[in-house]
């Protein structure tokens, strides 16, 4: 599994250059090989139809779309060996047949008539238990009930024919709103009492109103002196404790600041490390991933007797993810999950974005899957550990010779992979290592696997300062993507080579160190701070029972920084030099960053997913009197119709490298045309 228990000698390791290892990519039909599992789903439940939904809207030649929403229930065979990955499993409770019983939520998106579909099907993994499909590939709404006809947007995934699914997996999802939930059992000792072990909550503060923080489990005893409450600014900060007349318990689940009324301070961070008990067997949650898939797939109907709603309909299986469930996507295939019942693959096409260079919270006991590493936020979580990529490699620092394809090459279940990310995975999350090693060399690319960078792209997209101390980069991805689900869909069916990758490499310049700032090429821009502060290759103990998945040194010790982090270098307006540029980067009227520095106390930290948008000026004079470095709007273009042409030529050049489909040129000359840049017309 992702956990190594490292000793302190591992640092005094020489990090000399390995020569990867890239191992073959398997073909989708290849001769799967046999498992001896029981595990699967039982029954599936529909609770509601709503046939058509959109309102009725027709897409196309595919026509009207139906939605189903229910439940599905499973069984996970403790003594399968593949199953037996998943922490605390053993100490989960079993039915008459020997069996571990989970739930989990399902959402189904299908033509009426699925004849006139694709047949392929897109999981969307959800994140945090809401769905973004439509938002992120149809520029839609409707959140996580979407039905109103404007929810469908522009109405690509069903013009194309798509079957979507989502189901829940991430056990810290509460109820409400419509998010998809797991249900999963509570792991006990063999004598049917609590387990007990340490936990940790870190309560990040952006407001003064703040009262009361959460626990994600319950404190095993509200005595004080069993638990330690810290705080500190930065993350770099040595934390100091409060005295446990500062705080206390109002509950087993909340913790509260004294004397009562007293808020948490605004830009600080805050962490408990407490006893806490009844830990959830959260890893089940990756075989309901496989097995709702697998179902949806494969099988005609449950064990009672109803129908699969997508019987005999599926040829293709493909993911889609936005942020934390891609990390949970590494995982997936990282662990063997990406093999059914039968041997048989389960996903054929997996199209990360945001995903960066980690996995996640999960497979562990008192996993809190919600989490996420920023440079500024959850950096004592188990994250970012070796492997960091797909491609299998040794460590120079563990020695292990690991990637997250070990697995499916095994047993011949691997996908073909996209990874894509914005650039602020680089600076918030070291995402340099997914195609670096611990030295900050190259590593080649699995044969099965392609990699792109959004330029100047943040993770997620703003307007206005936020907590941030500049505009925040309003950017976004989705023409993009729509485009690389056509380019996956080609590679899994057709055997079309994708677009070759496009990412900063160290061998020709473009991934280097943030500091110092004239090398990695950021002009000095008036009134906007540059320090370089980005997530640092750490390494941390978390004990000896690491390996098990139990963390038992909370919180962590940190045993030193031995993995080069490294960022995209920038032109001369600040914009990235490598990845897939979108018009507003070749033709920009701004600098866009993919990070950003908070504003408040912790200003010296990264402002977590949001990048910056940083005007030009529009005139020479005005950017001579301001002591700009970057071209005014006026010396670059002269007039609007420039300016226009340029947004032009550089969406066709997406268009004919296949990072952009022709139906979404025309928005982006619109809103070149619309901008109002202060040039003279003509």
Known sequence: MKRVAVLMTALLVACTQTTPSVPASPAATSTPVARSSLSHITRIQIDKVESPTFEGKSFGNVGPYEKFVGRAFGEIDPKDAQDSVITDLEFAPRNARGMVEYSTDIFILKPVDLLKGNHRLLHHVNNRGNLGFLGSLNDGGGANTPSKAADAGNGYLMRQGYTIASVGWDVTVQSGDGRLTITVPVAKNTDG?????????????????????????????????????????????????????????????????????????????????????DPLVAGIGFAALRDVTAFLRRATIDDAGNRNPLAGDVQNVYTHCISQPCRTMHEFLYLGFNQDQKGKIVVDGIMNWIGGASGIFMNYRFAQPGRTHRQHIARRYPEFEFPFGNTVTTDPVTKKTDGWLRSCLATNTCPKIFEINSENEYW?????????????????????????????????????????QQPRN?????????????????????????PASRYPRRADGTLVAPLPQAEMGFPAIPGVTYNGVIHTGDLFDFGPNFAKGVLTVVPP??????????????????????????????????????????????????????????????????????????????????????????????????????????????????????????????
């Open 193 to 277: 009492s609590s387990i007990v072990g340490p936990a940790l909550e870190e309560f990040v503060i952006d407001s003064s109103t703040t009262m009361t923080g959460n626990l994600t489990y319950p404190a095993a005893s509200l005595d004080k002196s069993k638990a330690t409450l810290t705080v500190r600014t930065l993350t770099t900060d040595a934390p100091t404790t409060i005295a446990a007349s500062g705080w206390e318990y109002v509950d087993t689940s909340t913790v509260r600041l004294l004397p009562a009324g007293t808020p948490f301070q605004n830009g600080h961070l805050y962490e408990l490390a407490y006893q806490a008990k």
């Open 428 to 468: 918030a999350k070291a995402g340099s290592n997914l195609t670096t090693d611990a030295n900050g060399n190259d590593v080649a690319e699995a044969p099965n696997v392609r990699t792109y960078l959004m330029s100047s792209l943040p993770h997620g997209a703003g307007t206005g300062p936020g907590i941030c």
């Open 474 to 498: 309003p950017l976004n991805s989705n023409p993009v993507l729509r485009a690389m689900l056509v380019n996956l869909d080609d590679w899994v069916t057709k055997s079309t080579t994708p």
């Open 557 to 682: 010790t940190l045993l030193g920084t031995p993995y080069k982090a490294l960022v995209p270098k920038t032109d001369v307006d600040g914009n990235d030099i490598a990845g897939i540029r979108l018009a507003d980067i070749s033709a920009p009227v701004a600098t866009y960053t993919g990070w950003g520095l908070r504003a408040g106390p912790a200003a010296q930290d990264g402002c977590d997913a949001s990048g910056q948008k940083i005007d030009f000026k529009k005139t020479k004079a005005e950017r001579l009197a301001s002591g700009d470095p970057r071209l005014s709007l006026e010396e670059r273009y002269g007039t609007q119709q420039s300016y226009v042409d340029k947004v032009t030529a550089a969406a066709n050049g997406l268009v004919v490298d296949r990072f952009f489909l022709q139906e979404d040129v025309a928005g982006y000359i619109a809103a070149a045309q619309a901008l109002q840049t202060g040039l003279p017309a003509k």
